[in-house]
C-alpha cells in the first residue's frame, strides 16, 4: 500500500452534501487514487458565506473562524472543493490574521466554546491540491480524453480577490485550465470565461439569472466547447440544472454537458463511472458520452 502522501480535514460546505453528489463522490475517488487522504470534518457549521458578511461581519467572523478553529484544535489543514467556502474560510484567516482587534473580538465569542482562532491552519481549495500534483496525475494517466473540448469556468471565489485567494492570476487565469489539458483535452478560449455565471442572483432574480447564463452558454458554444467544467457547485447549480432547455433567441439549443473538474480528471485516471457519479448529471452527457468512456 502506497504512503498516504497528503492529509487535510475536508471541508464539504452545505451544497455539495445535499445537491452534488457526484462532486463529493468524485473528489473523494480522485484523492483515493492519489493518496490524498481526506479526513470528515467533525462539528462543522455552514462557512459563513458571503452573504451573511454582507449583513454580519463579525458574526460572519465568529461562524467561519469557529471552523477554522476545530481543525487547529485537532492539528489539519483544511481543504475544501466549494469556491464559495473556500472563499469565506480563506477571507476570514486573512482578516483574523491581519487585524488584531478582530481576532480578539472572534477569541471572545469562540472562548466558551473551548476554542481560539491561532492561524497554524492552511486553507486550500482541492483543485489547488491537484494541481501542485498535475506531475504525478499526468504519470497516471490512462485514458486520454482526446477530442474533449472544454469551456472552464473557474468561479468567482477561486481567484477573487486574488491578494486573499492567491491562487492563480485572477485576469487570466490558467492553472486549472493546464491542470484539465494535462487529460489531452483542449480548454478552449471564450469571451465570458471571467464573467460571474449569474447563480447569486437566483434568489433575488431568476430571470437576470437566466440572462447572464444564456451568455455565458451563447459564448461557449461560440468558442466550440462540447462541455463546460467547474470546480464550484454553487456555479453548477446553473450550468447543470438551470442550463436545461436553455435556448438562445432563434430557439437553438444551448445546452451543454456540465461537468466537475474531478469527474474529468477521474476518468483520465481510469476510475470508475460509478464513483465518479455520472448518473447525477442533470444535463445529458451523450455528446461526450464516447469520448469519457461511458
Not at 469556468?153 to 491542470?179: N, T, W, Y
Request: glycine content about 8%.
Amino acid at each position: 500500500m502506497c504512503e498516504l502522501t497528503q492529509s487535510y480535514e475536508v471541508f464539504l460546505g452545505c451544497a455539495i452534501p445535499s445537491r452534488f453528489n457526484n462532486y463529493e463522490s468524485s473528489m473523494r475517488a480522485v484523492a483515493k487514487n492519489l493518496d490524498i487522504e481526506l479526513i470528515d470534518f467533525e462539528g462543522a457549521s455552514c462557512c459563513g458565506t458571503v452573504v451573511l458578511k454582507s449583513i454580519d461581519e463579525n458574526s460572519w467572523l465568529s461562524m467561519s473562524g469557529r471552523n477554522i478553529a476545530l481543525a487547529e484544535q485537532r492539528g489539519h489543514d483544511i481543504v475544501t472543493p466549494c469556491n464559495g467556502c473556500f472563499g469565506s474560510l480563506k477571507d476570514t484567516s486573512h482578516v483574523l490574521h491581519n487585524n488584531a482587534a478582530c481576532r480578539k473580538k472572534v477569541n471572545a465569542v469562540l472562548k466558551p466554546l473551548g476554542l481560539e482562532y491561532t492561524g497554524k491552519a492552511t486553507i486550500r481549495h482541492f483543485v489547488e491540491v491537484l494541481y501542485d500534483m498535475r506531475g504525478e496525475i499526468e504519470e497516471k494517466i490512462v485514458r486520454r480524453l482526446d477530442g474533449l473540448r472544454v469551456a472552464f469556468h473557474p468561479g468567482c471565489h477561486l481567484i477573487r480577490p486574488s491578494s486573499v485567494a492567491g491562487f492563480d492570476d485572477p485576469e487570466l487565469p490558467r492553472k486549472v485550465d493546464e491542470l484539465i489539458e494535462i487529460t489531452g483535452a483542449k480548454c478552449v478560449h471564450w469571451d465570458m470565461k471571467l464573467r460571474c455565471c449569474g447563480s447569486p442572483l437566483l434568489i433575488a432574480s431568476e430571470s437576470v439569472a437566466l440572462k447572464i447564463l444564456k451568455e455565458k452558454m451563447i459564448s461557449a458554444n461560440g468558442a466550440g466547447a462540447n462541455c463546460v467544467v467547474t470546480n464550484c457547485p454553487a456555479c453548477q447549480t446553473q450550468f447543470d440544472i438551470q442550463q436545461i432547455g436553455l435556448k438562445d433567441e432563434a430557439g437553438n439549443s444551448l445546452e451543454l454537458p456540465a461537468l466537475f473538474v474531478t469527474q474529468v480528471l477521474g476518468t483520465a485516471l481510469g476510475i470508475d463511472a460509478e464513483p465518479l457519479g455520472f448518473e447525477l448529471n442533470r444535463v445529458s452527457l451523450n455528446p461526450i458520452r464516447d469520448i469519457l468512456g461511458i
